[in-house]
């Protein structure tokens, strides 16, 4: 169950956090995997640490907004692993200014950070992937999102909440489009990671029924189970993975 071998998978914003936690997952059930960072030297440590634990990975740095690097890297991953992306993980969703505070007080040029890197990144790496995918009959597209996406808060996060609002969107749609070709599209819903920054994160954690925050080994696993061939008729769906704060 779940074996990945023979596959291939990109996983972005790879270089540390629940992204490296993805990368690790997928290379130990036996996918080779492309890892993402737009820091080189993140991309790189990640990559090494799989393959010095006799995982299959290279290290593909580029920017997920810049549509032409994204081609590059994908076509750089398919002659270096010698296959096309048959999973891809779009997972980096935190750009440099990540728009945080009252959108009151945010300048329209703070707008466009956070969509540009969860809803234009996530096209940018879709289109590089998909005609593989369904010319090949089997594909399996992931995106990480965020609760800030269907829970309004207090928090600031109004444009990253609306980001993440955006891709669900366009997850949810592809997924229809893609279904027939054997290419399944899911979004993968993270409540509070451990690496999450600040004084209030205890007191988060403390609100959580399972009373800890979630790890990139939690969010690794789940997504092996989304890009495994058993969840094949797993496809269009939201699902939250939030250690039960939010049970809708
Ligand atoms: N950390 C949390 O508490 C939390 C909660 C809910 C959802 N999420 C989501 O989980 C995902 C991972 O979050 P994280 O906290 O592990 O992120 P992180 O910021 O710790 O790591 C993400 C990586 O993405 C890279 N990156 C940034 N911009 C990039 C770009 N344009 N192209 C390629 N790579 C880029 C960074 O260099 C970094 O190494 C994100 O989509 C985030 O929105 C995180």
Not at 25 to 54: C, F, H, K, Q, Y
Not at 219 to 239: D, F
């Amino acid at each position: 169950m779940f074996d990945l071998s023979g596959r291939a998978a990109l996983v972005t914003g790879a270089g540390q956090n629940a992204g490296a936690g993805i990368a690790r997952a997928l290379a130990a059930r036996g996918a080779a995997v492309a890892v993402n960072d737009l820091v080189p030297e993140r991309a790189e440590a990640v990559s090494g640490g799989i393959t010095a634990s006799g995982g299959t990975a290279v290290p593909v740095a580029f920017d997920v907004t810049d549509l032409d690097a994204v081609r590059e890297g994908v076509a750089r991953a398919r002659a270096e692993l010698g296959r096309h992306v048959d999973i891809l993980v779009h997972n980096a969703g935190i750009p440099a200014d990540f728009g945080q505070g009252p959108f009151r007080t945010l300048a329209p040029g703070r707008w466009r950070g956070p969509v540009e890197i969860n809803l234009f990144g996530a096209m940018n790496c879709v289109s590089a992937v998909v005609d593989d995918m369904c010319e090949a009959g089997w594909g399996r597209i992931v995106q990480i999102s965020s609760g800030a996406a269907r829970t309004g808060s207090d928090q600031g996060l109004s444009l990253y909440g609306a980001a993440k609002s955006g891709v669900e969107g366009f997850i949810r749609h592809l997924s229809q489009e893609l279904a027939p070709s054997g290419v399944t599209a899911n979004t993968l819903a993270l409540g509070l990671q451990t690496n999450a920054a600040g004084d209030a994160t205890e007191v988060f954690a403390a609100k959580i029924p399972t009373r800890r925050l979630g790890t990139p080994e939690d969010v690794g696993a789940a997504v092996v189970y989304l890009a495994s061939p058993e969840a094949s008729w797993m496809t269009g769906q939201t699902l939250n993975l939030n250690g039960g704060s939010v049970t809708t």
